[in-house]
């Protein structure tokens, strides 16, 4: 008996079937090519030049792979070949000393237990009070939301997004009409308001 070969194209002894079938795998093949060098084409943004000039200067460096499996890099595997990287320049050690003794004296380090506060939270006697910019008086802040509350300059209670006066226009009426409101709103509400108090 003879071995069954596994075979791709369907078996039906027709050359037109054939013909189908290597046009369809020619097609996808082309599409392929095609789809692989739109890849390739879309992240070539630099030039033959610029790439020769990026290989050299990482030749330069040792920032190539070394051979073999370690992963490592030229200069990680042999950094006396290399120039020492360039280091950029930290705080001085008084500045750094300054620093810390201005965090100890304000408690502004974290505290020595696990809670995640810092001292002067923790403990905030010990220290002096942090300076706060001044904001509005009570008095002024209580006049504010008293005129807010009149003119219903306030969101409503609802997922609207309105203010008060947006919402219920008439409830504000005479309030915007002290305040030099919208003629196109107060003469909207007033037919209406004239016309309730006829009924």
């Known amino acids: 008996m003879r071995a069954i070969e596994p075979t791709l194209a369907p078996q039906t002894g027709s ?12 097609t996808s093949a082309l599409f392929l090519l095609a789809a692989l ?25 040792g920032n190539m792979l070394a051979a073999g499996e370690s992963g490592m890099t030229l200069r990680e595997s042999s950094p006396q070949r290399y120039p020492a990287p360039l280091v950029a320049l930290g705080k001085s ?46 008095a002024e802040v209580k006049a ?12 409503a209670n609802d997922e609207s997004g309105l203010r008060l006066n947006e919402e219920l226009p008439r409830h ?22 004239a016309g309730r108090a006829a009924q």
């Open 172 to 193: 504000y009426a005479k309030a915007r009409s002290a305040q030099g409101g919208s003629p196109r709103l107060m003469t909207a509400e007033a037919p209406s308001a």
């Open 93 to 138: 050690r008084a500045e750094v000393k300054m620093e810390l003794a201005d965090a100890i004296r304000t408690g502004d380090i974290m505290a020595n237990d696990e809670s995640g506060l810092r001292v002067n939270e923790e403990f905030p006697q010990r220290f002096p009070a942090r300076i706060v910019a001044a904001g509005k008086s009570r």
């Open 37 to 61: 060098g739109a890849a390739a084409h879309a992240d070539g943004g630099m030039t033959r030049a610029q790439v020769k000039a990026e290989l050299a200067e990482a030749m330069r460096t």
């Open 15 to 26: 050359s037109q079937t054939t013909r189908r079938w290597n046009f369809a795998r020619a």
């Open 144 to 155: 504010e939301l008293a005129e807010a509350i009149r003119t219903g300059d306030m969101l």
